[in-house]
């Protein structure tokens, strides 16, 4: 029992921090409304279309405002404070999962207002998103960090596990339009965890002062920073190409595999429920560093690959329980490493890019999918993205070869103590 104790301690370090605990609590409400919106959102499209490619333009224009202004919403998060600006745009997130949810239960929706309420959600993501991510060094330290990043990722996970099943279920009964409103209902448990929140706890980095430049500060910062570079071009990578679920699965699921709106949900929960395993054994056991994030996106390679391959749902949902588990692993790694490594007054700027390579590169990579799908069956979608995690690793693997062969030091490796 001892041992176990001391385990779960490591593991689930950062809840012993209150802050992180009242966030932790109103973010797991809110991540299951919206796994249910984005599972709802793509059924909803492809009943509407029956089109692979339209699917992937109304997620590509979801995600265009994060690939061009999310830079500069890493400028303003590191001018202004975090915690306010997320109260505010969290409100209005929740403002248009309702405007969506009444269009859609009063048959009014149509395809255009969906792709209206995307671009504006994407505008809200660009912004929140940077300051967001930068915010939980704030709240736990840098002791925490790591370990809060990845039971971040395990909470987004077990809301994939849990919200998109739900999805399913509601779809088949009661239709796609309650999925958003339950969604807008629960912007109110974040927003009230960020107002009650005890800001004397609180390490807030100093305000950047505002100068003209800071945009391009920040790219000259990161391209001569080969420690956030390259774990950065290897996001783009597979954050382009692989990380495009919300395309590739709903047409795997209904093309690939025939198994409905019911069959999709478990496919989302199962890679929810690998990567809840994995982000528990990344929290305990994780590392960060160059080496480490090669070794997941090989990982993640091999699974999606079997994803792709996979002739039932049986083994779809074994192979994606896996996929989601090294996904996780390939994500926390890679979000740890940049903060540990980028200068606090640099933060927000360089997790904003990390965001544009994660969930910016999607305009690009939601249509190159959709289209390749539609040209070459649904399981190409699949597989174009295992592709891209091998040309990661490649990257990566060429980058330490680099960096051995100049005589530099090794990135520094962090483990859980």
Sequence with gaps: MTRVRRAGRITFAALSVPNYRRYYSGQAISLVGTWMQMTAQAWLVL?????????????ALQTLPVLLLAPYGGVIA??????????????????????????TVTGAVRVWQIGVLAVLLGLNNAFENPSRQSFMLEMVGPEHLRNAVSLNSVLVNVARSIGPAVAGLLIATVGDGVCFLANAASFVAVVASLVTMDTSALSPTEPAPRAKGQLREGFRYVRSTPALAVPLLMMGVVGCLTYEFQVSLPVMASRGLHVGPTGFGFMTAAMGVGAIVGGLRVAARGKTGLAPLVAAACGFGVTVTLAALAPSLALELAALAFAGAASISFMSTGNSTLQLSAEPSMRGRVMSLWFVAFQGSTPIGGPIVGVVMAGFGARAGLGIGALACAAAAVLGIAAMRRQRGLGSEPARVLTAR
Excluded: P, Y
Excluded at 47 to 59: K, R, V
């Design 47 to 59: 009943s509407l279309t029956h089109s692979s490619t339209e699917l992937g333009i109304i997620i």
């Design 78 to 103: 590191d001018r202004v404070d975090k915690r306010k600006m997320m109260i505010g745009l969290q409100t209005a997130m929740g403002v248009q999962a309702l405007i969506l949810g009444l269009l």
